[in-house]
């Protein structure tokens, strides 16, 4: 088997983003330029490790086999370059990857007490999609991620072995809405009042879900306004342009032109806070990341 360290950190790449043309956007390649290297790769292990489908690109067996090694190798490279240029071994390095809900709340609280429980402790974080977060532990490019799920709580991806799961909260999705509009100084709404709301709704593809919008509102939500951070969202929220969805643990970052109502008339929809990491023995420094995260949503 004849493979180099950027092939490896290309097929990492691909599997994180789930296709050819993400995968180069990524790494600063063309997109024919990540497909010649992938069938480069292909040929020097002689087997086929992506399948092509009209939705992207998914990891055969041999692939994912490959990739588990990849993410090894690669590590090791990387301690040995730090270790060649003098870098500091003294500190815990550990990637954090959250979905946009658990930025104002959750990961402030996590990282202030692990500065003063684990100083050693260094987090970087990213943000992204409970899909796309699956994928990034699966490549080996975050260490734990921060996930949200809902009923029936089905591991966050399909593949094997199933990724290690910490549940650390369940919240209620509310509405938000401005505190002087057509919902003003009430504490709910009846489903059917939202079938005609305008929605500001988070971007989706056939891969990530619609995030914003009622679960379960009848016929096709009115789109009034697509954003992906919670403050542009809350901010049109409070003007008066739309409504959205809001973790109930997000209310206490509102503004007071914003109101939470729940939803009469329909089950209430309830979202589970997970930590998700590879399968097998955590490392010391993951284990305190997670017991953070767990301190931090408690009341």
């Known amino acids: 088997m004849d493979v180099s360290s950027a092939s490896l950190r290309v097929l990492c790449q691909i599997a994180e983003s789930g296709s050819f043309t993400a995968a180069a956007a990524q790494l600063g390649y063309t997109q024919s330029a990540v497909s010649r290297?992938?069938?480069?790769?292909?040929?020097?292990?002689?087997?086929?490790?992506?399948?092509?489908?009209?939705?992207?690109?998914?990891?055969?067996?041999?692939g994912l086999t490959l990739l588990r090694h990849a993410r090894t190798?690669?590590?090791?490279?990387?301690v040995a370059e730090r270790e060649l240029t003098g870098e500091t071994c003294g500190?815990?390095?550990?990637?954090?990857?959250?979905?946009?809900?658990?930025?104002?709340v959750i990961l402030p609280a996590a990282l202030a007490r692990l500065a003063r429980t684990a100083p050693r402790i260094r987090v970087s974080t990213?943000?992204?999609?409970?899909?796309?977060?699956?994928?990034?532990?699966?490549?080996?490019?975050?260490?734990?991620?921060?996930?949200?799920?809902?009923?029936?709580?089905?591991?966050?991806d399909g593949e094997s072995p199933r990724l290690h799961i910490t549940a650390v909260q369940d919240i209620e999705l509310l509405v938000a809405a401005s505190a002087t509009g057509t919902f003003a100084g009430r504490t709910s709404v009846h489903a059917d009042e939202l079938v005609d709301?305008?929605?500001?709704?988070?971007?989706?593809?056939?891969?990530?879900?619609?995030?914003?919008?009622?679960?379960?509102?009848?016929?096709?939500?009115r789109i009034a306004h697509t954003a992906r951070d919670w403050l542009t969202k809350l901010h049109l929220v409070a003007g008066g342009f739309g409504v959205t969805t809001i973790p109930e643990g997000l209310t206490p970052v509102a503004s007071p032109d914003v109101i939470s109502l729940r939803v009469q008339g329909a089950p209430p929809e309830i979202r589970r806070v997970l930590v998700a990491r590879l399968p097998g023995t955590a490392t010391p420094a993951i284990t305190e990341v997670t017991q953070a995260i767990a301190m931090a949503v408690r009341p």
């Open 126 to 156: 990213r943000e992204g999609t409970t899909p796309s977060l699956a994928r990034a532990l699966r490549a080996g490019s975050i260490d734990v991620a921060v996930l949200t799920s809902r009923p029936p709580h089905r591991p966050p």
């Open 91 to 104: 500190t815990d390095q550990v990637r954090l990857g959250s979905v946009l809900s658990a930025g104002p």
């Open 197 to 221: 709301a305008p929605w500001i709704a988070g971007p989706s593809s056939s891969s990530e879900p619609l995030l914003g919008v009622w679960p379960g509102l009848p016929g096709r939500a």
């Open 73 to 78: 190798i690669l590590e090791s490279v990387d």
């Open 37 to 62: 290297q992938a069938i480069a790769l292909e040929r020097g292990v002689g087997a086929t490790l992506f399948e092509r489908r009209t939705d992207g690109v998914r990891l055969t067996q041999r």
